[in-house]
């Protein structure tokens, strides 16, 4: 299984965990390329970064998938967006 899927994975539970409802977060993951794996887990949003998309500043990698996935978002005006890549783990004491 992916690291990504694995951090998703280990996010869910961590919120859930958390005694937070679940209304009140969304967990999306912004990738490069559509991963089947992520069908496993219906929560969770995946926004596929276009293949011709080209940010302002022309960022690369994670920064380029980040600004893309930034205004595909359905997050609104008032939500926070906390990103994090693959290798951030974060517990209940931080949700």
């Known amino acids: 299984m992916p690291s990504s899927v694995l951090a ?3 996010a869910l539970r961590v919120l859930r965990a958390s005694g937070l409802p679940e209304s009140r ?3 999306d993951i912004a990738t490069d390329k559509h991963m089947d794996t992520m069908t496993q887990m219906p929560d969770v949003h995946e926004i596929v970064v276009p293949t011709d998309y080209s940010p302002p ?3 690369k ?3 380029r998938a980040l600004n ?3 205004n595909a978002s359905p997050a ?3 939500d926070w ?3 994090l890549d693959e290798e951030t783990r974060f517990d209940v004491d931080t949700v």
């Open 8 to 10: 998703v994975a280990d």
């Open 81 to 83: 967006i906390v990103h």
């Open 61 to 63: 990698y994670k920064a």
């Open 57 to 59: 500043g022309g960022c």
């Open 25 to 27: 977060f969304k967990v």
């Open 76 to 78: 609104l005006h008032h």
């Open 68 to 70: 893309y996935a930034a």
